[in-house]
Structure formats: structure tokens, C-alpha cells
């Protein structure tokens, strides 16, 4: 079946420490998102690629990193310096960068940070 | 600055009955609005969307109507079932950015 597979879909992390959340695609497209959502505030953009080796920061990836090697995978590192890191994660991908907005969606990853 | 607004955090309606979720925008450039549809613990699926030089788009049980000089949109969803009740977030793309952004998101329950 064609997708996207979030990893891990609960994780649970002290202050402090960076953790690695992992998306895979297997639609073959070239553009991948992070969302974060949190309740009363719907998603908001955390970091956006086009295409492989090329990334952007969305509206608020101060506290995160990514990285696209490879065409599948798009994995994001929420690191100390985040200063709210509890949230669920979503993940998406689409034919071309935002086209006519239809996303493809992971099933997300809770973050909750002790 | 919230580009694209969901001001009821829920709605309430019967199986059967019509649905009538809205959604407000400040951005007059926006070229495509969309709505998703996500259930607990999943991420959002795309449903139905309407491009702005449109004024409504139908697909089965879901019609959205985009108003441009009033910057808004509903969805209708006609009748409505109890597996509809979820999130509904609209979105909206295009302006300077180009990105998708989106509201805060209705929850929608329909009681049996």
C-alpha cells in the first residue's frame, strides 16, 4: 500500500534531550512537509522540501532541524532548543511543492516531554 | 496573525440533518481553499476543495461554497452521518508565500 509511515507514534522525551522523529514515503513525491499541531491552533509549517538535498524553514522551525537525503525519508530532529516540544507531529508529502494544497498525511507522532 | 479562521470550536448536529461548517480568510490573493477531515490520533485526509475562481463545488454528501467578497467559506455535508464526526480544518494557499495554511479546525459530532 501506498503511504506515509510516521515513527515512533508515541515518544516520550526529558528536557534537555533531542529526539529524531522519522517519516518515510512511498508515493514517490518530491515534496515533503512537518506540521505540528497543538489544540486551538491547527497545524503551522515547521519545515518544507522540495526536492532531495533542499529544504525550507517554514513558520516556526526555530528549535527544529530536518534533513532530505534521500527522496523517501524526511526526518526531523526536535532539539533542546525547542522551548514547547510537547505536540503531536504530522508529516506529509504531495506530487509538487503545495500544487493545489492536497497533502498526503502520516497518521502522526505524540512528543511528550517530561 | 491568523491568515484563515474557524471561529466555532464545535458544532453539534443531528444524524440526518445538514452540516455547516465555516470558515473566514483575510488573504483576498488565496488561490485554491480546501477542507480536511481528521479523526482522533490520525493525520488529516483531504476531502473536498474549490478553487477561487469557483463559487461552489458538490461532491456526494459534501458541497463547499466560497463567498470572495465576504472572504468565506462553508461546508455543507448533507445528510450527515455519525463516521462524519471529526476535526475539520480548512486550509487555504496561495498570497505572497504560496504555502498552505491552515484554520484552527471545527470538531464536528453528530448524534445517532
Known amino acids: ?114 | 496573525d491568523q491568515q484563515v479562521k474557524q471561529n466555532s470550536p464545535s458544532l453539534s448536529v443531528q444524524e440526518g440533518r445538514i452540516s455547516i461548517l465555516n470558515c473566514d480568510y483575510t488573504n483576498s490573493m488565496f488561490d485554491y481553499f480546501l477542507w480536511y477531515k481528521k479523526y482522533p490520533a490520525e493525520g488529516p485526509t483531504f476531502l473536498i476543495s474549490i478553487s477561487s475562481i469557483k463559487d461552489k463545488n458538490e461532491d456526494g454528501r459534501f458541497t463547499v461554497f466560497l463567498n470572495k467578497s465576504a472572504k468565506h467559506l462553508s461546508l455543507h455535508i448533507v445528510p450527515s452521518q455519525p463516521g462524519d464526526s471529526a476535526v475539520y480544518f480548512c486550509a487555504a494557499l496561495g498570497g505572497a508565500t504560496n504555502k498552505l495554511i491552515f484554520g484552527t479546525g471545527t470538531l464536528l459530532a453528530v448524534q445517532p
Open chain 1, 1 to 114: 500500500d501506498g503511504g506515509i509511515t510516521q515513527s515512533p507514534k508515541y515518544l516520550f522525551r526529558k528536557e534537555g534531550q533531542n529526539v529524531t522523529l522519522s517519516c518515510e514515503q512511498n508515493l514517490n513525491h518530491d515534496a515533503m512537509y512537518w506540521y505540528r499541531q497543538d489544540p486551538g491552533q491547527g497545524l503551522r509549517l515547521i519545515y518544507y522540501s522540495q526536492i532531495v538535498n533542499d529544504f525550507q524553514k517554514g513558520d516556526i522551525a526555530e528549535g527544529y532541524s530536518v534533513s532530505r537525503e534521500k527522496k523517501e525519508s524526511f526526518p526531523l530532529t526536535v532539539t533542546s532548543a525547542q522551548k514547547n516540544p510537547t505536540a503531536f507531529y504530522l508529516c506529509a508529502s504531495s506530487v509538487d511543492i503545495f500544487g493545489t494544497g492536497e497533502l498526503f498525511f502520516g497518521e502522526g507522532s505524540r512528543l511528550t516531554v517530561l
